[in-house]
């Protein structure tokens, strides 16, 4: 990976708009978040707007915590490492300023 700067102004604009159209996501996304906890608030069925119809449910969801389980069984280290891998991963995050 290239850390280097680079004064391409080309690049300046491709940043800066990447940044903004992220910051304008995650505005959204707040935005509908807010939203959806006003209409789940409405109860389950469905509700209907002049376009959209929202269908609230309510439903159960069992989960499994198997690594609880499994450190219970006490494996041996060889074990967990014949069983753990590794990948890489790239991350991006935009910051004003």
Same mark, same amino acid.
């Given at each position: 990976m290239n850390s280097s700067i680079s /004064? @391409?102004? &080309?690049l300046f604009a491709l940043v800066d708009e990447a940044g903004a159209i992220d910051a304008e996501i995650?505005? /959204?996304e707040k935005q509908l978040e807010t939203l959806k906890g006003d209409i789940k608030? /409405? =109860? @389950? =069925?469905?509700? +209907?707007g002049f376009t959209f119809t929202a269908k609230v &449910?309510? &439903? +159960?969801r069992s989960t +499994?915590?198997?690594q609880a389980i499994a450190l219970k069984l006490n494996p041996s280290r060889q074990l967990i490492t014949a069983h753990t891998s590794d990948k890489t991963i790239v991350t991006l995050k935009f910051s004003k300023g």
């Open positions: /004064l @391409n102004p &080309s995650k505005r /959204l608030k /409405l =109860g @389950n =069925g469905e509700h +209907t &449910s309510e &439903s +159960t +499994t915590d198997w």
